[in-house]
Nanobody, 127 residues
Framework: VQLQASGGGSVPVGGSLRLSCATSGFDFAAYNIGWFRQAPGKEREFVATISRSGGSPNYADSVKGRFAISRDNAKNTVYLQMNSLKPEDTAVYYC?????????????????????WGQGTLVTVSS
């Protein structure tokens, strides 16, 4: 099982980035996928999650209206479009898989609910 996050980098306040999470080794279309982030000295926190079919996205309040999660089941990849970035968005971003599931809702928002994790990608937003 592999989940590989990429697309991080350094951007100014107000900038945009698109993260990708490429996966392999499991039935991607049967898994909900989530994005989490961890800032230095802080616990890992929920950012967004999407159901196995791509519907029912769920976002943390801190990113609603700025971030958008999507997935391409043909490519076994999930994306996180991040706009209007703020310094407080600076963190290592991780993608994670939860499943297999037949539930068409993405409601898992805690670390312990996810089964597989990838290595993170660093996002730095500078003022």
């Amino acid at each position: 099982v592999q989940l590989q996050a990429s697309g991080g980098g350094s951007v100014p306040v107000g900038g945009s980035l698109r993260l990708s999470c490429a996966t392999s080794g499991f039935d991607f279309a049967a898994y909900n996928i989530g994005w989490f982030r961890q800032a230095p000295g802080k616990e890992r926190e929920f950012v967004a999650t999407i159901s196995r079919s791509g519907g029912s996205p769920n976002y943390a309040d801190s990113v609603k209206g700025r971030f958008a999660i999507s997935r391409d089941n043909a490519k076994n990849t999930v994306y996180l479009q991040m706009n209007s970035l703020k310094p407080e968005d600076t963190a290592v971003y991780y993608c994670a898989g939860k499943g297999p599931t037949y539930i068409e809702r993405a409601v898992a928002t805690t670390v312990i609910e996810y089964d597989y994790w990838g290595q993170g990608t660093l996002v730095t937003v500078s003022s």
